[in-house]
């Protein structure tokens, strides 16, 4: 089923083509869920930050989310938009593996595919209930940054990813705009992933809330999406 999914996944978004597989992984693959321990929590974070020196532990998390949601969401947008299926992407259920730099690399599915009825009908709020709200809830408890910080996050990634996948007017794509807030967006306490984006007259969207990114050394901010910078030009 995973080999379906990467044949799916086009050229600009290779990167993240592995970004779920099937199996248990190796020994160092982390259960997702142990990531609610303080000690297994920083842990895991230390490789990442070390090469960014003392920073205000917010900043370092949403950089790292980024990562994580980007191995999350290629294959898992892929898999309901163009295949009609879930992935079993439960985050009591997942393993994490990482790469040298701490980054998160890829994630670890069960052997066992659940009926994707439910999930299918669900679309992309499975994903949303069942993996970025407990993660968001997790990175709050752990370092204390703003859920919205991280749901602009994944909305961002989401919707790069629904570009490029060319989401149309199939039915799981017509799920996933409603859920990014395309159209028809539900209301605000329901749906944290359509409020974390806005309109700008140009048309262009961009985030409500900067991501923290330009705070660490090297890395540059992300552009035309920042508040920061759009308030700036204004």
Known sequence: ???????????????????????????SALPVAALRD?????????AFGAGYGPVDRRVLVSYWSQFYLAALATPALTALVCLGRPLPLAFDTTRLELDAAGRPARLLVPAETPDCRSGCALGLAGLV???????VEM??????????????NAAVILEYVAGELGCGDEPTCAVAATR??????????R????????????????????????????????????????????
């Open 38 to 46: 303080p000690v297994v929590f920083d842990t895991t974070l230390s």
């Open 1 to 27: 089923m995973i080999a379906e999914i990467a044949a799916r996944v086009p050229d600009s978004l290779a990167a993240y083509r592995d970004g779920v597989a099937v199996g248990p992984g190796d020994a």
């Open 180 to 189: 990014l807030g395309w159209r028809g967006a539900l209301a605000c306490g």
């Open 191 to 234: 749906n944290p992933l359509a409020q974390a984006l806005c309109a700008e007259a140009s048309g262009c969207r961009r985030r409500r809330v900067c991501c923290l990114r330009h705070r660490l050394p090297g890395v540059p901010s992300c552009g035309t999406l920042c508040p920061l910078e759009c308030a700036s030009a204004r």
């Open 129 to 135: 209930e069942d993996h970025l709200r407990p993660f």
């Open 139 to 152: 990175c709050h408890a752990r370092c204390g940054i703003a859920p919205r910080v991280l749901w602009g």
